[in-house]
Structures are given as structure tokens and as C-alpha cells.
């Protein structure tokens, strides 16, 4: 097995994995092995298109075809807030830094901006 390292950015890495087949099995499951499934979160009926965290990490925003947004709180792995947009309009979601923010792109091209939360008063 052959394990290689290469820088394609600032940030970003990609891993090379270059197995014989008969070794594909074994050899993934030793990748593997120390992940351990935390939860499974259902409540799409459609295809999920994106799956995103929240840059404070307490929350995943998940984007079906259905047009249905959900956010998920990490803690709980309950649904914590949910939308329903026009049906297959919704292909990607981003987050400003402040997390007040959500941008989702339409399959329209355009980008649709929703506020999350209203500002504190006391943080102004």
C-alpha cells in the first residue's frame, strides 16, 4: 500500500490511497476502523445535495432536492429549525461567520439570503 500526501492549496490536502485490489477491503476498514458512527439523521424525503456545519459548530444545515432546509443541532442530533423552499430550487448553502446568515444558491442562479437570527441588543 502507497499513501501520499500532496498539497493542492494553502489549506487543502488531498490523500492518495493506492491499493492492490485484492487488499481494497482490508485496507479500508484500517482506514476506517477508528471512525465510529454518531448519529443518523433523518428527515429528508428527497436526495440531500449538501450537508454544511455552522461556523460556530453547534449546529449541520442539510439541503435536500425536496427544497427542504433543516438544521440539526449537534448536541441534541434533533431537527432544531426547519424550511420548506420551492421544490428542487435549493443546490448549495453557506453561512456568514456570525452564523445570523444562511445563502442558498438555486438551481435559478440566483441566491437566495435568509436571516437566521434577529441581532442581540446587547451585543450591537
Not at 449541520?60 to 441534541?76: E, K, N, P, T, Y
Request: hydrophobic share 35%; glycine share 6%.
Amino acid at each position: 500500500m502507497n499513501v501520499t500526501v500532496e498539497n493542492l492549496a494553502a489549506c487543502k490536502k488531498l490523500v492518495r490511497v493506492e491499493v492492490e485490489a485484492p487488499k481494497v477491503d482490508e485496507t479500508f476498514e484500517s482506514i476506517t476502523k477508528e471512525f465510529q458512527k454518531q448519529a443518523v439523521l433523518r428527515g429528508h424525503l428527497g436526495v440531500i445535495r449538501q450537508v454544511r456545519f455552522t461556523p460556530d459548530g453547534k449546529e449541520l444545515a442539510s439541503v435536500c432536492d425536496g427544497g427542504r432546509v433543516i438544521f440539526w443541532s449537534l448536541d441534541s442530533k434533533e431537527k432544531s429549525r426547519e424550511w420548506q423552499l420551492p421544490a428542487g430550487r435549493v443546490c448549495s448553502v453557506a453561512f456568514t461567520t456570525d452564523t445570523r446568515y444562511l445563502a442558498a444558491g438555486t438551481s435559478e442562479g440566483v441566491v437566495d439570503l435568509y436571516r437566521l437570527y434577529a441581532k442581540k441588543k446587547d451585543s450591537e
